[in-house]
Nanobody, 121 residues
Framework: QVQLVESGGGLVQPGGSLRLSCLASGRIFSINNMGWYRQSPGKQRVSVATITFGGSAHYADSVKGRFTISRDNAKNTVYLQMNSLKPEDTAVYYC???????????????WGQGTQVTVSS
């Protein structure tokens, strides 16, 4: 069984910083892309940042220059460093991984349970 577990969310003042982490564990053969998505109340889940196995990153326009995604392939972990946070960044942040489980031949999407990030004074 494969699990993605996020950590690092919380309450922060505008202009502050948070670092999210996501560990993929279980019977994993390989991990392709990893990424972070977010969902605000009443809105659809949207991509924030994604990163390939080789480290190529892509960002939503709304977070470019403020957020940095990185990953440690040896630890099956992806990170999201969030700086200069704004109230509009408030959302539940979800980790995503496209991976091949040990009992599968094909990649599939896996999601974490989500971690709340609240930016407020």
């Amino acid at each position: 069984q494969v699990q993605l577990v996020e950590s690092g969310g919380g309450l922060v003042q505008p202009g502050g910083s948070l670092r999210l982490s996501c560990l993929a564990s279980g019977r994993i053969f390989s991990i392709n892309n990893m990424g972070w998505y977010r969902q605000s109340p009443g809105k659809q889940r949207v991509s924030v940042a994604t990163i390939t196995f080789g480290g190529s990153a892509h960002y939503a326009d709304s977070v470019k220059g403020r957020f940095t995604i990185s990953r440690d392939n040896a630890k099956n972990t992806v990170y999201l460093q969030m700086n200069s946070l704004k109230p509009e960044d408030t959302a539940v942040y979800y980790c995503n991984a496209e991976l091949v489980a040990s009992d599968s031949y094909f990649p599939d999407d896996y999601w974490g349970q989500g971690t709340q990030v609240t930016v407020s004074s």
